[in-house]
């Protein structure tokens, strides 16, 4: 280990803090907007089939899995000259921004082959810059407590970076063409066509131009206290990655952890827009509104997230906010299946709030658990592969990923939806309702008993750390 790990327990300020977190939020901007709106870009703009589009994320993600890997292997044995880790952050970000923005774009309408290669080279990008950002989390410290405090902040500017992408209906609407609604004698933007293709690109490009200064930003402020010698990273191999995974047991549970939530967190924002739609008939604002409610608990309860963690302990708090997303989306499911109750928007805002509640808190506090299985596997065999371990976890939430992008396109498919109709059947209502509701609530159950397996406590950690220091 270099020389720093002697300094590793330190706490940051609240810039460093701030920094690092806007870094997510810099990746939320553009990520999340291609897990929320991408498919439905795809189906309703840029004119793929379901289906095929279904078929076009399971690919993307496999290509994931075969690059993450080396990806992981290549950042824990180079040494940039800005750092390790951070330097990617810059390297890996500028191409990032390009690719994700392309695309959106609409030059080649249609075109199956235009919409491969901007989304694997987005994908690819977004590895180089993910991966090196997750390894950079266990490099600024070692204290258990900063990390906590550390995760609630840059999941606070995550879900800030979330806001604005649920937001990305409003602004669509400015650029986009309006047309007489008949109802109301008002002129009504339409975001939902290919004529509004125009309005989604310029819409990503502000948003990549803003992710791209944050980036800057979170490089600025991170400084790499806790990462390898030379030596030791010189000695990394891609098998090491698959071997960390075998012999360390919490980096399994953390694994399988990843893959449920992220499946049920890709399902969900998938359907959304489809679910505010076609079962609701909402405007772009009342959708905007309702993906705020999908985010906003984020700014009320990520600051609660080290003092209920104290009182009730990780898994507590684990089982209390998983279980009250599961209460949320049952909510939700009887509002909108009871007639005399779907007309009322409120009440499907109130389970909005509840469900959104604790998948915030349960999937925001989950990558407070990477630099723990990290620290884990320095302890057991003394090399701190940073880079190896977000690989393989960037594995694993890419496969839930890869869940949730091809099952929504699957169910759509099946129950046959249609991007011509402005009203679907009342299967396919009932399909885009499941993937809302009834899919993600039985993944959550999964990921309860998960983590119950999870054995890592703050008090263990600390014996840990503090072996680790000892051996010098």
Not at 25 to 54: D, R
Not at 72 to 94: A, C, E, H, Q
């Amino acid at each position: 280990m270099s020389n720093t790990r002697a300094n590793g327990f330190c706490r940051l300020n609240w810039m460093q803090r701030i920094g690092y977190g806007s870094g997510d939020m810099a990746q939320n901007l553009v990520y999340q907007t291609i897990s929320i709106w991408l498919l439905f870009f795809y189906t309703n703009v840029f004119g793929l089939k379901p289906e095929v589009a279904a078929l076009m994320f399971l690919i993307v993600r496999l290509v994931d899995v075969l690059w993450d890997p080396f990806v992981g292997t290549f950042v824990d044995k180079s040494n940039p000259r800005w750092g390790k880790y951070r330097s990617w952050l810059i390297l890996g970000g500028i191409p990032l921004v390009g690719l994700a923005a392309l695309c959106f774009w609409d030059g080649f309408s249609g075109s199956l082959v235009y919409a491969y290669v901007t989304y694997v080279g987005m994908s690819m990008c977004y590895t180089l810059v993910n991966v090196p950002y997750g390894a950079l989390n266990s490099s600024l410290t070692r204290d258990t407590e900063e990390i906590t405090v550390l995760t609630s902040t840059r999941m606070f500017m995550a879900n800030l970076g979330g806001l604005c992408v649920k937001s990305l209906p409003l602004v669509i609407a400015i650029f986009a063409p309006t047309v007489l609604d008949p109802a109301t004698g008002k002129e009504t933007a339409v975001i939902n066509t290919p004529e509004a293709a125009p309005a989604w690109f310029i819409t990503m490009s502000i948003f990549c131009i803003v992710g791209l200064l944050l980036l800057f930003f979170c490089f600025s402020q991170s400084k790499e206290r806790v990462v390898m010698s030379k030596e030791e990273a010189s000695k990394v191999k891609v098998s090491d990655l698959w071997m960390e995974f075998i012999r360390n047991r919490p980096l399994r549970v953390v694994a399988f952890f990843f893959i449920t939530a992220f499946a049920m967190n890709s399902v969900g924002n998938a359907a959304d827009s489809y679910f505010m739609t076609y079962n609701v008939g909402a405007t772009p604002l009342l959708m905007t509104v309702f993906m705020w409610l999908g985010t906003i608990p984020a700014f009320i309860f990520m600051p609660l997230v080290p003092a209920i963690k104290r009182k009730i302990g990780k898994k507590g708090m684990f089982y209390l906010f998983l279980g009250t997303a599961i209460f949320g989306m049952l909510m939700m499911y009887i509002f909108v299946s009871i007639p005399s109750l779907k007309c009322h928007f409120w009440l499907l805002c109130i389970a909005q709030f509840v469900k959104s509640t604790g998948i915030i808190v349960a999937t925001g506090y989950m990558w407070a658990l990477v630099p723990e299985v990290v620290a884990y596997g320095e302890y057991t065999n003394g090399r701190r592969i940073a880079g190896i371990v977000n690989a393989l976890t960037g594995i694993f939430y890419k496969a839930g990923m890869a869940l949730g992008g091809v099952v929504p396109g699957l169910v759509l498919a099946l129950v046959g939806f249609d991007a011509d109709k402005t009203v679907q059947t009342p299967l396919a209502e009932q399909g885009i309702l499941s993937l809302v509701c009834i899919i993600p609530a039985t993944l959550l159950f999964l990921a309860m008993w998960i983590i119950s397996k999870y054995e890592l406590s703050d008090e263990k950690m600390e014996e840990i750390n503090k072996a680790i220091v000892a051996r010098g």
